[in-house]
């Protein structure tokens, strides 16, 4: 793993890369530290200016956003504006597994909930519907994603008319990319460790504003919304299971589900074995990054989110690991049931498949199939 500074993509004395007086933008976190979570905790200094519209949650300043912050009052109001956003976001469907592909010994009730059928093919709409809501729609804004995140961010910006660019890792689908650009929005490609040098430059240098893809309770309140509509399909699940990359969705649906007071409610987030920085950092009992690679690309991000690690910590039950193999097997297993979703989105369903998750015969399980973009050409990459 490249050391902070020692990015190949940007050399000292470049133009390309952020040196000398880097206070203006402090607080944009390093990707790659192991150190404090407090670099992490911040957004940058360019975060904002937020809009008029009130909100509790945004009254808060960064800093002092914790997870003890976050409330169902806080939440409830993120819902409201996510289910009355411009952007058209919906309420998937929550649907009974009745195939008979599964291994007999799960005798379980699984409950799909179809995030793969959301508007721009991935649950990411709801967190950048409730960030855009509370933005100035005049700024040049800039993200790093390696896909659904940053589709997401562009069909928001083509809607409201802002300017964008999306960081994206060289390990994202090519596909992705074009697909982000087919909005208007500019993409550059680098190495999954120089991505944070390359958004501070833009900051620093470019002056655009960094609206983060997973560490932002804005974003984090917006995808609360999917824990709210579980619980309107199946009021006490035993068990929900969701993936996890920087840890957005994993904690705003576990935050949604505990304080609407499912207490027994086991809530268990699921990454690849590539990928596993929410793993490490329960582990090491702080948020860690590390050179994350996985066929789930949307879960391989350089480094844990403060904030959804704090949340998770108090809310999820465990963190556990599959495999790339686990995964393809998963993502052929739901298209062969008619489903098509990406690896990224297939890796919940693996834990279950693959006995990752205890305890759970006679049990109501809700597992969240994330996203869908998949392309044909990667579709031919897995198992029949």
Same mark, same amino acid.
């Given at each position: 793993?490249?050391?902070?500074?020692?990015?190949?993509?940007?050399?000292?004395?470049?133009?390309?890369?952020?040196?000398?007086?880097?206070? !203006?933008?402090?607080?944009?976190?390093?990707?790659?530290?192991?150190?404090?979570?407090?670099?992490?905790?911040?957004?940058?200094?360019?975060?904002?200016?937020?809009?008029?519209?009130?909100?509790?949650?945004?009254?808060?300043?960064? &800093? =002092?956003?914790?997870?003890?912050?976050?409330?169902?009052?806080?939440?409830?109001?993120? !819902?409201?504006?996510?289910?009355?956003?411009?952007?058209?976001?919906?309420?998937?469907?929550? *649907?009974?597994?009745?195939?008979?592909?599964?291994?007999?010994?799960?005798?379980?009730?699984?409950?799909?909930?179809? &995030?793969?059928?959301?508007?721009?093919?991935?649950?990411?709409?709801?967190?950048?519907?409730?960030?855009?809501?509370?933005?100035?729609?005049?700024?040049?804004?800039?993200?790093?994603?390696?896909?659904?995140?940053?589709?997401?961010?562009?069909?928001?910006?083509?809607?409201?008319?802002?300017?964008?660019?999306?960081?994206?890792?060289?390990?994202?689908?090519?596909?992705?990319?074009?697909?982000?650009?087919?909005?208007?929005?500019?993409?550059?490609?680098?190495?999954?460790?120089?991505?944070?040098?390359?958004?501070?430059?833009?900051?620093? &240098?470019?002056?655009?504003?960094?609206?983060?893809?997973?560490?932002?309770?804005?974003?984090?309140?917006?995808?609360?919304?999917?824990?709210?509509?579980?619980?309107?399909?199946?009021?006490?699940?035993?068990?929900?299971?969701?993936?996890?990359?920087?840890?957005?969705?994993?904690?705003?649906?576990?935050?949604?589900?505990?304080?609407?007071?499912?207490?027994?409610?086991?809530?268990?987030?699921? &990454?690849?074995?590539?990928?596993?920085?929410?793993?490490?950092?329960?582990?090491?009992?702080?948020?860690?990054?590390?050179?994350?690679?996985?066929?789930?690309?949307?879960?391989?991000?350089?480094?844990?989110?403060?904030?959804?690690?704090?949340?998770?910590?108090?809310?999820?039950?465990?963190?556990?690991?599959?495999? =790339?193999?686990?995964?393809?097997?998963?993502?052929?297993?739901?298209?062969?049931?008619?489903?098509?979703?990406?690896?990224?989105?297939?890796?919940?369903?693996?834990?279950?498949?693959?006995? !990752?998750?205890?305890?759970?015969?006679?049990?109501?399980?809700?597992? *969240?199939?994330?996203?869908?973009?998949?392309?044909?050409?990667?579709?031919?990459?897995?198992?029949?």
């Amino acid at each position: 793993m490249f050391a902070h500074g020692a990015c190949p993509c940007f050399r000292s004395g470049s133009k390309h890369y952020p040196t000398g007086n880097r206070s !203006r933008n402090r607080s944009v976190p390093s990707s790659f530290s192991h150190d404090s979570a407090a670099q992490h905790t911040a957004a940058p200094s360019k975060f904002g200016p937020k809009s008029k519209q009130a909100s509790l949650l945004t009254a808060l300043a960064m &800093e =002092d956003v914790t997870a003890d912050s976050i409330t169902l009052q806080m939440l409830q109001e993120a !819902r409201d504006t996510v289910t009355s956003s411009p952007l058209g976001v919906i309420s998937t469907p929550l *649907i009974p597994w009745c195939q008979t592909t599964l291994p007999s010994h799960l005798s379980c009730n699984i409950h799909l909930k179809l &995030e793969n059928m959301q508007r721009t093919g991935s649950f990411k709409i709801r967190g950048v519907a409730n960030q855009f809501a509370r933005q100035s729609k005049d700024g040049h804004f800039v993200t790093m994603s390696a896909g659904n995140y940053g589709k997401s961010f562009a069909y928001a910006s083509k809607h409201y008319g802002t300017k964008g660019k999306v960081v994206m890792p060289e390990t994202a689908p090519m596909s992705r990319s074009l697909l982000i650009q087919s909005f208007g929005i500019e993409v550059e490609r680098v190495p999954t460790p120089c991505l944070m040098d390359l958004v501070n430059r833009c900051v620093q &240098e470019d002056n655009m504003t960094f609206m983060h893809s997973y560490n932002d309770p804005d974003l984090i309140a917006g995808h609360a919304s999917l824990g709210f509509e579980i619980l309107e399909v199946v009021p006490n699940p035993d068990v929900v299971v969701v993936c996890c990359g920087g840890g957005g969705l994993l904690a705003g649906v576990a935050a949604a589900i505990k304080l609407s007071g499912c207490e027994r409610t086991r809530i268990y987030g699921v &990454e690849p074995e590539g990928a596993c920085t929410m793993y490490k950092s329960f582990i090491e009992k702080k948020p860690v990054g590390m050179d994350s690679k996985s066929i789930a690309s949307g879960l391989a991000p350089p480094f844990a989110g403060a904030l959804p690690y704090a949340l998770c910590q108090k809310y999820v039950e465990k963190i556990v690991l599959v495999t =790339d193999e686990e995964i393809k097997s998963a993502v052929s297993t739901l298209y062969r049931a008619g489903l098509v979703v990406e690896p990224s989105g297939s890796a919940a369903f693996a834990a279950i498949v693959n006995d !990752r998750i205890p305890d759970i015969t006679g049990k109501n399980i809700v597992i *969240i199939l994330s996203g869908g973009n998949i392309g044909k050409d990667e579709l031919m990459n897995f198992p029949d």
